[in-house]
């Protein structure tokens, strides 16, 4: 026979301790809980890469830019220039453009320090060509969840049309605002970019050929010449704010409703 004051003791020590145990327990989920939380709250993609139709796209966070601001920028590299770890012919990116290397070479991302980055950013990708993959939805998940809720500037180097209307448009609902250039507004297939993105011109007849396509255009030239807002980040406009907090670079379905004018720089 056990005895009975015995029995009690187990008792009176065991519930105790069981408590003490569903304690940790529980203070050990909710540190989890909020561990999981706190990562959640604290992803931020920072870049996403993918291959289409041998051009690598780029998505890359930019927040050291003096004219643009904080945007994340997208990037168009032909992997052409990825395989040879340098800068080859850019029409596969800019297709015609005048600015280009076969035209007049006067183009502003290939001149000086915005050159070197460029080659820099190609070396980069020639490094880790292997773990270049094409397009997919968990791509396509990435670069939206990225894009929530923050400025993008379509075509930091190459041309915006790449990326398509489906995932500009899809791009753009999530966003918290954009600017985009497009100098391929000429072509029939582009037609849906006026939604989106600015022609960019030179002169008033592109000016006035742009405009009749529906589009809203950025000027380049002696401002002047057309009836447009003044760019407020330019130099003859002060400097007065960033890309980042304007955003009237949108096309039709964006931000304003006018068109914008600038010097050439
Ligand atoms: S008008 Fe605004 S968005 Fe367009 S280039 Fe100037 S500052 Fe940037």
Known sequence: MVDCKYLQGVRFVAKPLKLIYQTKQNNKMKNKTEQIAKVKKVRKINEVYFVKNDILFNFQRDTDNSKIGNMIQVWFIPMEWVRAGKMLDDSKVC????????????????????????LSKTRKFTRIQSKLTEYSQEIENNILEMCTNEK????????????GEDLVRKITAVSSGWTGYTHQWMRKESIWARHYFMASVEGKFMNATAKKLGFRTFFVG??????????????????????????LCSGIDGKGKTSIKILPH
């Open 222 to 247: 002696e401002t002047d010449e057309v009836d447009h807002i003044t760019c407020p980040a330019s130099a003859e406009a002060g400097k007065k704010t960033k890309c980042d907090k304007c955003t």
């Open 152 to 163: 993008v500037r379509f075509g930091a180097y190459g041309e915006p049309i790449l990326l």
């Open 95 to 118: 297709f015609d453009c005048q600015h280009g290397q076969s035209k007049d070479k006067t183009c502003y991302v290939r001149d000086g320090v915005s050159n070197l980055g460029l």
